[in-house]
């Protein structure tokens, strides 16, 4: 009887030991799913292998489908995610909303995480009322790359000379290339949204969407110039058309300016080509500017989340940013942890440029309330305007239309 | 009075009293305690929580127990007071779990504001419902009618029970997630076409205002892209149903001739019907690729299948090689079924192979031929995966057809109340056609 008694009550000890010591499971949504996905996914299975306190579940989504889904299932209160990254220009609508919490920098700050340790630029802008609403993985952003061995073989590479290329040099090193026999396009019109975004920035002062924080506005004249710019290069020939497969052109010797995602090196390495990044093309290297964005992480409303789990939340970001060289090396972002400015391994990739303080009035990160609704609607007219299916005037007139209408009808 | 007539006015009543009944809500937030009460009727439109989508079968459920009862058919009264019962229990069971619903938010928050409570949507951590008397009454009403409605148990009656019984179990299943899953969210969808609704707060109820805007507001966004939307899906219609009825029976004319090989052509020509839209146009998309497509390799030329107006040549050909296999399959069947001396006399009568084809198998082939035209008709009307895969939503003058404003406006962009509108539109114009198609159908069957 005692030996019983003994072997029930040591088994109880045991589980309640189980118990006290198992570890804090979170669950974690991202929008990485081509090969950021996989690096993202190893950077998550390295975290867990690191220590045994928190488990981190990570389901990977394309971005649209997150953004259809995270207001629904905050809205249903179920399947909530502990923590999720978006991006960092759709932070002001869902706080706007109330879907998100904001971090208790009292309580990240046990697990490390503090401002001065984060890209300032990308911080501040999820800081809204003075709370915290987002804390950075990296910034990424719309930048060029060239053709190394195509610059050579033209003699093209005196436009590199001083860091920046403007759009004159584009043309400039279209025709020369041309001269000598190239077949290939001079530039590319890729994703247009962004690349009209950076160019946009550079005409505009402070890149604004909006006069008053809610209702749409462009400065006309600037989104016209960039705009008639693009047209221009496309109607010259210096482009490629609307169903080119770009990617494929640059790394195949076709192209000799590709002007694309950071996120893109690892699969310009993969390919062979010999390339090099540089600042988005420009109108005057003095006002550069890129568009770029920010993956945060961020904490959505849920009121079942426990204090425990926000910690473990914490941690698991805290590690993300300490060990996010992987991050830089395999996928191509800068990470938004300054520790990693320091990294020398760090410092001599390509897209090391874009996290110099001294560039930081560079980096174009658009805040607007309403972010969501202008992003479907320029996306939308992203070819239309290039290859005349629609005026320029009309096309500006078009987005600002589409998204005060949306306002007026939400 | 009969049982029979006590328990139809009960199942009245049941109608009657819903209009009447509500549900209750109770919230603190910083030790203040606010309670509302809000009308179920307005809480059935408020389209916002999944358990509601019991209420309408409930409804449906006693309007028919009321019929049968006044027919004095008790036991089917009895069967329909039941489900009206369970569907009504179960609504208030499963409502009564939800422990923070958004229908109920707005009017705690207004609640709350009213009490001078500064809160964030966070701080109302639990609003708890309950029901009203009139809710707990209403539910009793149905429940003894269907009590009180039940018929006579005896061997005899038992045996006519379960033969009266028996088709209603047959169509049972089907019925309640037609009820649940299709009406519901149909009437729900029409409803809010009247609204202005951004998805997550109540609807308001803004009567025929979105479709003042879509009819008459030139210069407004959603006037543009009905007009725009609805003209390339008619376009579209009427460039790809007729290659969807002339190559599927060229096809199952060319395999009636028993040519050799002619069963593996029919499941080759069959196997698109299997595919998923996506694997369809994702493997199209390569065909028609502009640098390494076979189509321009093969042709020998530099076309853009991507940029209108040969985007529609591309549309036609993906949706009708994907859906002529089905379509076939139904030619097939309806030539083997056209009586072989009606050929004969015509041979005798000298006619040729198009006389006979014109003259015998057309006129026997009348049916299957409308029936494929309405089907065929609808289905192109809710065109949507292919060019948003192939092409995706840009040229948005040129190949954006309604659907694929309708799906952006209400999931991208949470415009739900105008892009319910825009559905409620096109939804009657494929009822318009349809309705068109199938009493010309009906005509050429009495001729």
Known sequence: MKKTLALVLSLVMLLTAATAMAATEINYWSVFTGGDGAVMQGMVDAFNASQDEVIVNHTPMTADDLYQKIPLTVQTGTGIPDVCVVHIERIPNFVDQELLYSYDLDLVAEAGIKQENYNQAAWVKSTIDDEQYGIPLDVHGYITYINKDLFDQYGLNEILADGYITFDEVKWAGDKAKEQGFTGKTFDLGWMRAQMLGYYAQLADGHKLTDDGVAP???RE???????????????????????????????????????????????????????????VCFDPATCKEWMSSHNFVQFADEERTEEEDLAVAKFVNFMGENSLVWAKDAGQVPAHVSLNEVAEFASMPQAFLADPAREDELAIYYYLHWGLFDTAFSRIGWDFVDGTIEIDAAIDQVLQEVADAIAAQ | MTRSKIAAFLALAFIVLFCFAGVTATTTVKDTTVAIEMGMPKLLFSLSSAPLLLIPLALVAAVAAFIAFIQDEKNVGMLFSFVATVAFGLFMVFFSMEQKNSALYTPIAEALELAEVKFKKRDVKLITPGFNIVTYLTL????????????????ERRHILKRD?????????????????????????????????????????????????????????????????LWNTIKFVLMCVPFCIIVPLSLALALNARPKGNKIFQALYYLPSLMSISTVTLTWRYVFNTQYGIVNKFLGVDANFFMPPYTWVMLVIVTVWWCTGSTMVIYQSALASVPQDQYEAASVDGAGTIQKFFNVTLPNMTYPLMYTLVTSVVAQFNIYGQPDILVGFSNAEANSVLLQYIYENSVKKQVAGMSSAMAVILGLCIMVVSFIQMRMMVKNQQD
């Open chain 1, 217 to 219: 506005a462009l400065d």
């Open chain 1, 222 to 280: 600037a989104m016209k110039k960039a705009m008639e710019t693009m047209k221009e290069l496309y109607e010259q020939g210096y482009t490629t058309t609307k169903t080119d497969d770009y990617s494929s052109m640059f790394y195949g010797g076709e192209l000799l300016i590709w002007s694309e995602g950071i996120w893109m090196k690892a699969a310009a390495v993969d390919a062979g080509v010999n390339f090099e990044m540089y600042p988005a």
């Open chain 2, 140 to 155: 009793v009403s149905i429940a003894l009618s269907c009590v009180i409605g039940h018929g006579d148990f005896s061997k």
């Open chain 2, 165 to 229: 019984l028996l088709p209603y179990a047959y169509i049972g299943p089907h019925l309640f997630f037609f009820i649940i899953f299709f009406m519901t969210p149909a009437i729900y969808g029409v409803y809010a076409a009247f609204t202005k609704w951004d998805l997550f707060t109540e609807p308001v109820f803004t009567g025929l205002e979105n479709f003042k805007t879509l009819f008459f507001d030139s210069t407004n966004t959603y006037y543009k892209q009905l007009r725009n939307g």
